[in-house]
Nanobody, 119 residues
Framework: QVQLVESGGGLVQAGGSLRLSCAASGIIFSVSSMGWYRQAPGKQREFVACITSGGVTNYADSLKGRFTISRDNAKNTVYLQMNSLKPDDTAVYYC?????????????WGQGTQVTVSS
């Protein structure tokens, strides 16, 4: 059974920082691409960042320079460092896992962690 457990969300003032973590189990983490998405109230879920099994990263254009995704294969954990947070960053942040193996592409999702940025 695949489990993605996010942590690290919370309430922070504008300009502050948070680091989200996502601990994965039930997948071969080292050969899975990992990502973060977010969904603000009344909006669709949107891409934030991803990191391939080889360590290649990609970010939403609007977030480049403020957010950093990283992974620790020894801990089966992916991180999202968020700096210079803005009220517009308020959303539920979801961890995504996409194994590079298997016969077909499958996406797994965590339950989400709330990030609230106050002005």
């Amino acid at each position: 059974q695949v489990q993605l457990v996010e942590s690290g969300g919370g309430l922070v003032q504008a300009g502050g920082s948070l680091r989200l973590s996502c601990a994965a189990s039930g997948i071969i983490f080292s050969v899975s691409s990992m990502g973060w998405y977010r969904q603000a109230p009344g909006k669709q879920r949107e891409f934030v960042a991803c990191i391939t099994s080889g360590g290649v990263t990609n970010y939403a254009d609007s977030l480049k320079g403020r957010f950093t995704i990283s992974r620790d294969n020894a801990k089966n954990t992916v991180y999202l460092q968020m700096n210079s947070l803005k009220p517009d960053d308020t959303a539920v942040y979801y961890c995504n896992a996409r194994p590079d193996y298997g016969l077909r592409q499958v996406d797994f999702w965590g339950q989400g962690t709330q990030v609230t940025v106050s002005s």
